[in-house]
């Protein structure tokens, strides 16, 4: 069948414009998560932070932008997205400037929870308001297209420019970078961005509020904590209890008259697939992350920045990943099998970390660079899949939900794969070796002064953990890729139309 039996009218310059002026603001935010990468021990000079407060300082933003998305998406829908938009934008610059010159670690770390606050608007916004300036599936592929290369790189950028700043300046710069495209956004949004809101949103629902936050908090938590931790009692019992409360929260949109999330959504074909399959992709590049990061500077001793230069050189292919994607889609190509091709060139990436050594630089940079533009290739599609299936009026709740898959995926890949590869680490590593070595490559390099040789036994320990999580990593993103040819819908598009297919691909 057709869905769309006559062409949706196509944006012009004034919405590609637009899209130029949300863009600004999406990198900035995605930046913030990796931003005091660098940062960290400049403010630990100057403030003085507990070891407690320094870890709130890193990790309140992504705590407070995780528990929100789906809030703020809601909330978008029923208030307009513009004006959600315009708001964040205004308390995360105000944010940005008070973290810049804080003089206490209490300060900046209340700094950081308004700029996730602010975060959590602006990341659903920015997707809900151009779902309703590109309504022609053509060129809404291409803009998604972009806000996911835009999203991924941001985070790659992010850790590089905070340690430039940091160099010619003082900390505080890394956050008052944010300032001009914030008041660009405030000037420019109100003449550029089209407002829109579901017409009929009924009542906010203030009790999902709390669930969603208990739902989101304790999990992510717990798999942050994992990797680095291990699986301890608390982490676990954590993880547990945000479950339970994802049970009450589910429970909850399924019976409340005015849901935050609507289980309509969920009834869309192919909907609850896709986020499944975002989260999976979030699950690959995230997870890949923790080892390549440590690997360069720990295996190959790089210093902090050469070690984020060197990590951003994978993500120059990003820029053409999901253009490439796009192209393929509106040539003909089934949506589910480009999909499933970005899963697969994302599986070849942890293949090519399988078969890295201790020295091996240039075949660990193509691993991470075949994981980035498979995971571009397979979101962006998805994402665009998505936000075609939901409803204008939705758009907000939608993306929220896909971001919110984001996270979790993410603190998945890192705390399962990081569990594997340090159970290996530990395995390989001689019973001999001093108690701290045997714990983390991190600490067998701090005492291998005193043990002649412990360095390299450790290195090539974590390179065998690393090989022990790229399998378990590509056999995910397989399963994933075969499961998006079986489960999402087989979807075409010709000449502005989309056609959906049987399950043989006819109509």
């Known amino acids: 069948m057709t869905t769309n039996p006559t062409p949706p009218p196509r944006a012009g310059r004034r919405e590609w414009t ?35 407060q320094q870890l709130w300082i890193f990790d309140i933003y992504a705590f407070v932008l995780a528990g929100l998305l789906m809030t ?64 022609d599936p053509a060129q809404r592929a291409k803009a998604i297209g972009l806000w996911s290369g835009v999203m991924t790189a941001g985070i790659a950028l992010g850790s590089v420019m905070s340690g430039v700043l940091v160099e010619h300046f003082w900390w505080g710069s890394v956050f008052l970078v944010n300032l001009p495209a914030m008041a660009l956004l405030l000037v420019l949004g109100p003449l550029l961005l089209p407002e829109s809101r579901n017409p009929a949103p009924g009542r906010f629902d203030l009790l999902s509020v709390p669930l969603s936050m208990a739902a989101v908090l304790p999990v992510i938590y717990g798999l942050k904590e994992i990797p680095s931790e291990g699986w301890n009692v608390r982490y676990v019992v954590s993880i547990t209890v945000g479950l339970l409360f994802t049970a009450l929260f589910v429970h909850r949109q399924r019976t409340t008259a005015s849901p935050m999330i609507s289980p309509a959504l969920f009834r869309g074909r192919g909907f609850a697939p896709a986020v499944g399959l975002n989260l999976v992709s979030a699950f690959g590049i995230m997870g890949s992350a923790y080892f390549t990061t440590q690997y360069l500077q720990s295996v190959l001793d790089k210093s902090a920045l050469e070690a984020a230069l060197w990590a951003l050189l994978p993500s120059v292919p990003i820029g053409a990943a999901a253009p490439f994607a796009t192209q ?50 397979a979101m962006s599609q998805i994402m665009d899949l998505t936000m075609g299936l939901a409803p204008v009026e939705r758009a907000g709740s939608a993306s929220s939900l896909m971001e919110t898959g984001s996270e979790f995926g993410g603190a998945l890949g890192m705390a399962l794969l990081g569990s594997i590869g ?17 714990e983390t490559l991190g600490g067998a390099l701090a005492v291998a002064d005193s043990t002649p040789g412990l360095a390299a036994v450790a290195r090539e320990a974590f390179t065998s953990g690393m090989h022990g999580a790229a399998v378990a990593g590509a056999v995910a993103l397989t399963g994933a890729a075969v499961l998006a040819v079986m489960y999402l819908p087989r979807e075409r598009t010709n000449a502005g139309r989309t056609e959906l297919l049987g399950p043989t691909g006819v109509r």
């Open 328 to 377: 393929l889609v509106h040539k003909g190509v089934e949506r589910a099998h480009v999909v499933a091709a970005g899963l697969l060139i994302s599986a070849s990436g942890f293949g090519l970390l399988f078969l890295v050594g201790t020295d091996s630089l240039g075949l660990l940079l193509a691993g991470c660079a075949a994981l980035a533009v498979g995971g571009v290739v």
């Open 72 to 135: 703020m998406g809601a909330l978008g829908d029923r208030v307009g997205h513009r004006r959600l938009l315009l708001t964040g934008a205004a308390a995360f610059g105000a944010a940005s400037l008070v973290a810049a010159y804080a003089d206490s670690a209490e300060t900046l770390i209340a700094a950081r929870a308004v700029l996730g606050i602010g975060g959590a608007t602006l990341m659903p916004s920015t997707l809900a308001i151009l779902r309703t300036m590109f309504t």
């Open 18 to 52: 637009a899209l130029s002026v949300l863009m600004l603001p999406l990198l900035l935010v995605s930046m913030d998560v990796s931003v005091l990468y660098f940062a960290i021990p400049a403010i630990g000079a100057d403030l003085e932070p507990s070891g407690t």
């Open 422 to 438: 340090t159970a290996v680490y530990r395995h390989e590593m001689p019973a001999s070796a001093p108690e701290p070595a045997r």
